[in-house]
């Protein structure tokens, strides 16, 4: 590996020497990333409890001639071992905001952003039709409930309550359901940094709850039974036949085991979701589920066997099959009843 010491470089240089060395360690963007390290090296140190915020392309190019910080030199070091670029500044961007990360939480993918983006369109349709016509705000209360399931360290649950801060609607609750004690805890520290930036209005109120959903109880006892008129989930999807036949890269085996993989055809708990679903969701909700791309039509049956509707298949940025949206429309009367799914 080179061992250049890039503070003897100026900003531009080490920059370019920077992505020579994570060429030759296989990184796949080398220039883009090795930029994105020179942002966050140059970036104001945060206040605690904060994520780094990377300079701007416009500010890394106004500060090319300066020399380069020290800390960049270790920090390619690191990222040329294969250590997760989002693990070494401690910071991960999403859906337009910088987000807490370290090893206890998954790192949210770009493709995700899609989900968080439906549902946000969706929501927004949802409270249209409900306060456009005088009988509609009759019946409706004016609440609206978002359930994130497998919700990790909270980048879906806080990027759309980030969205849902410019609706008009005064009671917006977002819960998410998290089975995993150290990411619930890097939840909870994201939503305490987003608040404090002010990214997220006091009109949104958003719960973390620890919770199984492979529980066939766990809906109704939580008192979650009917609540949400949209659940999302990006659940653990990614076949252990994968890991085994090393397919896996250095940086998805840094994310915590289980918030990545789910048995050997990585649907393990695709049933045990769509029933907790099928109990959390309202007479009428919109559900979006993220998957792994060979396992679409899989998905879209599953969510039919537990009687969703208008099952629609959505691609991601490479045109690659990526999640799963649907309606679920009963009888306000319904009782949701738990079924045991193995």
Known sequence: MDNTDHTRLTVDDAVRAGARVLEQAGIDAPVVESRLLMGYALADFPREGEPRVALSTTDLFLRGKESAPEVFTSWVQRRAQRVPLQHIVGSAAFAGLDFLSSPAGFIPRPETELLVEWGDRWLRSYWTRRTTYELSRRLFSGHLTVVDVCSGPGTIALALAHRLSSLTTPDIEIIGLE????????????????????????????????????????????????????????????????????????????????????????????????????????????????????????????????????????????????????????????????RVWK
């Open 179 to 338: 089975r995993d004690a150290d990411a619930l805890e890097l939840a909870h520290a994201n939503e305490a940094q987003l608040r404090g930036r002010g990214l997220l209005r006091e009109n949104v109120a958003v719960r973390f709850i620890q919770a199984d959903v492979r529980e066939p109880d766990i809906v109704g006892r939580l008192g979650l039974s009917g609540v949400a008129q949209l659940v999302l989930s990006n659940p653990p999807y990614v076949p252990e036949a994968a890991l085994e036949e090393g397919l896996i890269s250095p940086e998805v085996k840094a994310d915590p085991h289980s918030a990545v993989f789910a048995g050997p055809d990585g649907m393990n708990l695709m049933n045990p979701l769509a029933q907790a679903i099928h109990l959390l969701s309202a007479p009428v909700a919109g559900v979006a589920v993220e998957h792994d791309d060979a396992k679409g039509a899989d998905v879209r049956s599953v969510m039919e066997a537990h009687g969703m509707i208008d099952v629609t298949q959505h691609q991601d940025y490479a045109g690659r099959d990526r999640f799963v949206t649907a309606s679920i429309v009963r009888d306000p009367g319904f009782i949701p009843r738990s």
